[in-house]
Structures are given as structure tokens and as C-alpha cells.
């Protein structure tokens, strides 16, 4: 179904944020072709309708989804590819067929993460490595998340790309009656804030299990809060120039950092809150059912920060109690003593 100027439209990821996603379109009228790995899970849809594994209650009219696990038969049938892979896995689907696949494609990225085999950005990824055009592209950012979504509670979505055209088409492709849009240029800003706030929302949980309580809790977010905007604004003075500043207090920025930091949907707070409570990192992961991806950002932050001469402290830390087995509560009594 070809609407919005987008064309034919494909999901790449059938995770709870793709199955969300997926959700929305087919509700607002819109045809999906839909890449999902599993054949398992393609004949399920295809006989019983909804996602076998996450946000099972959501039903699709089967003349709405076209579900494929092959990744090469859904990009050669669409024109517009939302990816939803977990950013751990999203450099090898990429890589697992040919570039000119992707490079015909307007790429809608609603991946909240560092792609850890380059530690880039997807869209850097795209048009670094394999020459992308940047026009083409537009980010999903939050506070958003999918298990709301399923019920139909108003969210909020933001919707960042060059190309003002394609990314109001985008955004009135998601827009209905719990859906509300904003559209801005803030393809960086807006990623690298939904990259961090995933880190943060770690150390939300660690801090709650641990007993430090809301007032604490407040303190460390407003810390976190004030060490995002300082790593953007010194990010675009040396990377990213621009004459449109982004507007940092918008929900893409502090709303989606204090929805996944308080959230109990928050997988990232719910990793979090296990290493409080005295799991090791390797049985934390194994528990839960859903990638965290603030696990491989606040490594791929490291690189980032320390490539750019950009200080993050508190996601060093947190970096430090994931990757270097430094226990949380060692870290937040650390930590505590340097909040403001």
C-alpha cells in the first residue's frame, strides 16, 4: 500500500518495539511488509495473527501484515525500511545482504542504541561505511514505550531527519488518536540522548535497589540530565556545527530520560535493579527476556567520549559496574559525593 509518499513500508525486527510499530501502522491503515528471523514466528503471525513472543495481545487483520523471514524478498518489496533490530544485532542484518538494498531505501532508524561493532550511530554507519545519503534518513526517539503502546495510552514520538518532506510523511504515518508526532533536524542530538538516557536508566535501577530513595533518585536524574546536555553541546561545538541548536528540554531529551529511569517497563532500569541486587552482569542478562541497550552503549560511550575529549562521568561509572566488575554499591558510594 503505497500512502504518504513513502511507498510500500517494511519492518525490519520483530521485538516488542517492532511489533509496537507495527501496531501503529496496520491501525492507521498502512500494508507492512514485516522481516522477522525466526520462521517459527512467521508462520505464527501468519496463522494466528499476532507476535508469538512479545506484546502477544496485540492482534493484526491478516491482509495488513505480510510477514517474511527473508530479508532480501522484504527490501526488494518496499520502499520505506523501518529498522527495529536491537543495535547489537543491527550491523550484521545490514551486512547480511547487498549494500544497494539499503541504499534505494528512505531509513527510518528506532534503534535507541550505539551499534557496538563500530561504535556509531546507524546513520553514521550508513553513510560512512557505505556511502548512504543522509536525506533519506529519519530517527525515532522517544519517550515511548511499547507495552503502552499495546494498551493504546497516549505516547509521544519524535521524528528527526534533513529532510523536512520525508519526515513529516513519516510522522503523519504514525500519527492517530494515541500517537502524538513533533518533527525537528536533531538527527544527532536526539539519538545520542536516547543512547545515554538507556545508561542513566541503569544506574536508576542499581539506586533503587540499593534503597537510595526518590530524593536521591531525583538528584542523580537532574546529574544525568545536566551531564547529557553537556556532552551534546560540546559534541556539535567540534563534530556536528550547526546553525539550528536543538532544543534540549524537549520530551526526546528529559521526557524519554525520566520514563526509562522510573518506568517498571524500563528493561534497562529492570537490568539495573538486578545488579542492585547483587547479580553478576552474566546472570542479568541471561534472566531477562529483552536486550538492555544501555549494556553495549555505555561501552560504545566510552569510545565515543574518549575519541572526542567528552567527559561522562557518571556513565563512566556505571561503564565500570557493567564491563570492569566494580560492585554498585562501591559505585554509588563513589558517586554519590559528587552530586549536586
Known amino acids: 500500500m503505497s500512502t504518504n509518499g513513502l511507498g510500500n513500508i517494511g519492518i525490519i525486527g520483530n521485538g516488542s518495539f517492532g511489533t509496537a510499530i507495527a501496531k501503529i501502522l496496520t491501525d492507521n491503515g498502512h500494508t507492512i511488509h514485516w522481516w522477522v ?31 517474511n523471514d527473508n530479508l532480501r524478498d522484504v527490501l526488494q518489496a518496499c520502499d520505506t525500511v523501518i529498522f527495529a533490530v536491537p543495535s547489537a544485532y543491527a550491523q550484521s542484518v545490514i551486512e547480511s545482504v547487498e549494500a544497494p538494498l539499503w541504499m534505494s531505501k528512505n531509513i527510518v532508524s528506532a534503534i535507541k542504541g550505539i551499534l557496538p561493532d563500530s561504535n556509531l550511530l546507524l546513520n553514521d554507519y550508513l553513510t560512512g561505511k557505505m556511502g ?47 500517537i502524538n508526532t513533533t518533527c525537528n533536524h536533531d538527527i544527532w542530538g ?12 541503569i544506574g536508576a535501577g542499581m539506586a533503587h535497589s ?83 541497550e544501555g549494556y553495549y552503549a555505555a561501552r560504545g560511550m566510552q569510545s565515543i567520549s574518549s575519541t572526542y575529549g567528552i567527559d561522562i562521568p557518571i556513565a563512566t561509572n556505571i561503564y565500570n559496574v557493567l564491563w570492569g566488575n566494580l560492585p554498585a554499591a562501591e559505585m554509588f558510594t563513589s558517586l554519590e559525593k559528587s552530586l549536586v
Do not use: W
Open 132 to 178: 548512504y545519503q543522509l536525506e533519506k534518513y529519519v530517527a525515532i526517539t522517544g519517550p515511548c514505550h511499547s507495552e503502552e503502546v499495546a494498551e493504546e495510552r497516549l505516547s509521544y514520538l519524535t521524528f528527526s531527519g534533513l529532510n523536512d518532506n520525508l519526515t513529516q510523511n513519516v510522522a503523519a504515518a504514525f500519527t492517530n488518536s494515541y
Open 37 to 67: 528471523r525466526s520462521s517459527e514466528a512467521v508462520q505464527h503471525l501468519r496463522a494466528r495473527n499476532h507476535n508469538p513472543h512479545y506484546l502477544t495481545s496485540i492482534r493484526f487483520l491478516p491482509e495488513t501484515i505480510k510477514p
Open 190 to 201: 536526539a539519538q545520542f540522548a536516547a543512547v545515554l538516557k538507556n545508561i542513566y536508566a
Open 210 to 292: 540499593l534503597d537510595y530513595g526518590d530524593n536521591f533518585l531525583s538528584v542523580y536524574i537532574t546529574n544525568c540530565y545536566r551531564e547529557m546536555h553537556r556532552f551534546l553541546e560540546v559534541h556539535f561545538e567540534k563534530v556536528h556545527p550547526s546553525n539550528e541548536h536543538p532544543d534540549f528540554h524537549t520530551s526526546a531529551y528529559l521526557g524519554d530520560l525520566l520514563v526509562t529511569s522510573y518506568s517498571l517497563h524500563s528493561r534497562n532500569r529492570t537490568l539495573g535493579a538486578m545488579l542492585g541486587k547483587g547479580y553478576s552482569v552474566k546472570a542479568a542478562i541471561l534472566e531477562m527476556s529483552m536486550v538492555a
